[in-house]
């Protein structure tokens, strides 16, 4: 008996036993996903006292949970056992160059960008913003340009880009295809899918042409939910080309969501291979939640794209030596800081990586010292302005957790009270809300109330093979970044805010997702299909086959199920958003006067006056013949009414009738009511008796 088990055992070691074992993970995983989504359905699936108990009726997630466990040691011990080794990351070697110190304008770089950060933050600051910006910028071009000269860079020759070309003319068709598939998904449509423009956007517009007109100048302040006004600085270009539009907003977002497509591909071609940056850049391409945020004009989606572009030149420049990535990644990492603030997390994850790196090679430290220096130094003249303002208003730097986090705002508390529940239970109930909705669970409320996981069943399948994948090669500070990146965004963007899942907060997790389900998959294939051309191509009509899948499936359900669910639409913002083809034309030669839901105040939102910034607006409370003739009858004067004060808008009309009355349903929802409108010409006003 002991015989037989022992080569049983011996067996599992064998190629043929770690195929039957890497099966067995994949067919354990689908057992476990089917597992939590049957669990899903069972009343105590969110109630973290009977998780234990409901373990054996399947009322609890944690069942699903441990069969995943079990799953990914399988899996893990196929990979191992068909020999899985994925290469080191490798670094330019380690000798250290005899390189004479000579630092250039470096210190005039730092104290220009320093006197800005001492004369932002004066109150007369707004009168020479614009000459403190371009100090700013000099402060950038002179560091620059010091270190062109000191590293004798030249721009490279014309036979250099032919044949640079020429060798990577495949892989660039196909990254090229990617970005430009990427890009028409979030721009199909964009105007009116999400629908409609939302009021957040309509404050990043309003702030963007604020800059855009001369009235916000200190591009080093603070302005709209504690962010800089340098984060709006792009609605003010495309705003200068687009006029005040839905698209000049949402146009920024549709680029900044496609390049962190670019970005994805172009961190794991250096870091794994093309292949995994392929498949990651596909699968993030036409994730939903990204999709989304690709589409909405506010700038959370940024967060998709900072961390992938410094982490990209950070391991570019430790592979290559390189001093001009090491210069671009503080740049980037400079402008963290000008950003949304869950942008701030990209710099800390860069730093992680050096550390990790510096940790497992010796002579690290020593070999790259003036590339971290110009990292580090590049990064302090960027972000010295915002941080000087920071530093003199510490409750703004930390306005957004303070307002979002269950430890500051009472949340913790009052879910102690009403749920039974001690801290550590919350905290793991928020976790569980957090981190689920990527498999399994749908994503209610903030911006984004889908009713389906971020990922389809079988790419979440891979995201937590991907994930255990990941904790095996922990030691390699690659796969420990990509484990904390992603775990990190998740945690401080939503387990600790309040209302999870937060998918707004979690965008900078999406990359790291992607990238983990196409590490686990890229390893099974080639795990699977080891030898020959013909395996080779079985493997690449396997990826293939599901990215495809998955991609068809995704795209189906964002522009098809989600749309048709009006999952997204909301009456409010729909009124002050349609409203503005009946306000804007009325520019300084009308006034607006709104009857609306008494206890909202739909005036506040920023669509009017970014939409319609000319015209007058003010309520009408009241409908009697004193108070029509107490308004003034100079200009032209637009009524407009909710669907419930429709009684008050039929009564002003028949006190001064001669007027022009409209009627708008909601757009995808015909058979509701949006508004009436009643517009008056002057004359009619002015001849108006009570």
Not at 91 to 106: N, S, Y
Request: proline share 5%; net charge neutral.
């Amino acid at each position: 008996m002991n015989e037989r088990v022992l080569k049983f055992f011996a067996s599992l070691k064998t190629k043929s036993g770690g195929l039957a074992r890497l099966l067995a993970g994949l067919a354990a995983s689908a057992m476990a996903q089917y597992n939590l989504t049957n669990a899903l359905n069972q009343p105590g699936f969110w109630d973290i006292r009977t998780w234990l108990p409901g373990i054996g009726d399947n009322s609890s997630p944690l069942a699903g949970l441990l069969l995943y466990i079990l799953a990914g040691w399988l899996f893990l011990t196929g990979l191992k056992a068909l020999k899985d080794a994925p290469g080191p990351l490798a670094i330019a070697p380690l000798e250290q160059k005899k390189h004479r110190p000579r630092f250039g304008f470096w210190i005039t770089s730092l104290g220009l960008s320093i006197f800005c950060a001492i004369f932002a933050v004066r109150p007369e600051v707004e009168d020479y913003g614009h000459p403190l910006a371009a100090l700013w910028l000099a402060s950038i071009a002179l560091f620059i340009i010091s270190l062109a000269l000191d590293e004798g860079w030249q721009l490279p020759s014309t036979p250099g880009i032919k044949q640079w070309l020429e060798a990577h003319g495949a892989e660039l068709l196909i990254v090229a295809t990617i970005i430009l598939a990427a890009f028409f998904i979030r721009f199909m449509d964009v105007e009116l899918h999400p629908y409609s423009f939302v009021n957040d956007e309509g404050e990043m517009g309003a702030s963007a042409a604020c800059i855009l007109e001369g009235n916000c100048r200190n591009l080093f302040g603070v302005g709209w939910a504690a962010q800089p006004n340098l984060a709006f600085l792009p609605y003010s270009f495309s705003i200068a080309l687009f006029g005040r539009t839905a698209i000049a907003i949402r146009l920024v977002s549709v680029l900044t969501g496609t390049l962190s497509v670019l970005a994805v591909y172009m961190l794991c071609r250096e870091v794994f291979d093309k292949k995994i940056g392929w498949i990651a850049a596909l699968l993030l391409a036409t994730l939903p939640p990204h999709v989304h945020f690709s589409r909405i004009g506010v700038d959370n989606i940024v967060d998709s794209l900072s961390a992938p572009l410094l982490l990209w030149l950070l391991l570019r420049g430790v592979k290559r030596r390189s001093t001009s990535s090491f210069l671009a990644a503080g740049i980037v990492g400079g402008l963290c800081m000008y950003t949304y603030p869950g942008t701030r997390l990209a710099p800390a994850l860069g730093i992680i990586a050096l550390g990790a790196i510096a940790v497992q090679k010796r002579g690290f430290l020593a070999a790259y010292w003036r590339n971290l220096l110009i990292f580090i130094v590049a990064a302090i003249i960027v972000a010295a302005p915002i941080l000087g303002t920071f530093a003199t208003h510490l409750d703004v730097f930390t306005a957004r957790m303070s307002r979002e986090g269950i430890f500051n705002n009472g949340t913790l508390q009052n879910m102690e009270q009403s749920l039974g529940l001690n801290a550590a239970e919350v905290v793991t109930l928020q976790l569980a809300q957090s981190s689920l909705v990527f498999i399994v669970t749908g994503a209610p409320l903030n911006f984004f109330n889908s009713p389906r996981p971020y990922f389809t069943p079988l790419a979440a399948i891979f995201l937590m093979l991907g994930l255990g994948y990941a904790v095996w090669r922990i030691k390699d500070s690659r796969f420990l970044v990509l484990f904390l990146w992603f775990w990190a965004a998740i945690i401080l963007g939503s387990t600790i805010t309040g209302g999870p899942p937060t998918t707004q907060r979690m965008l900078m997790s999406m990359p790291a997702a992607a990238i983990l389900v196409a590490l686990a998959l890229s390893r099974m294939v080639d795990a699977l299909l080891q030898d020959g051309k013909l395996a080779r191509r079985l493997g690449t009509i396997v990826i293939l086959a599901f990215v495809l899948y998955t991609g068809y499936q995704d795209i189906n359900y964002y522009f098809g199920e989600y749309r048709a669910g009006h999952f997204f639409e909301d009456p409010t913002n729909e009124l002050s958003y349609e409203t503005h083809t009946f306000i804007a034309p009325l520019r300084d030669e009308g006034r607006f006067y709104l009857l609306g839901t008494v206890d909202v105040p739909y005036l506040s939102f920023a669509n009017f006056s970014y939409l319609a910034p000319d015209v007058q607006t003010d309520y009408l409370y009241e409908v009697t013949p004193q108070t029509l003739a107490a308004l003034p009858n100079d200009k032209d004067i637009l009524f407009i009414a909710t669907a419930d004060r429709k009684d008050e808008l039929e009564l002003l009309a028949s006190l001064i009738p001669g007027g022009e009355w409209s009627e708008f349903n909601r757009r995808y929802q015909p058979e509701q009511l949006l508004f009436f409108s009643y517009q008056l010409e002057k004359e009619l006003l002015q001849a108006f008796k009570p």
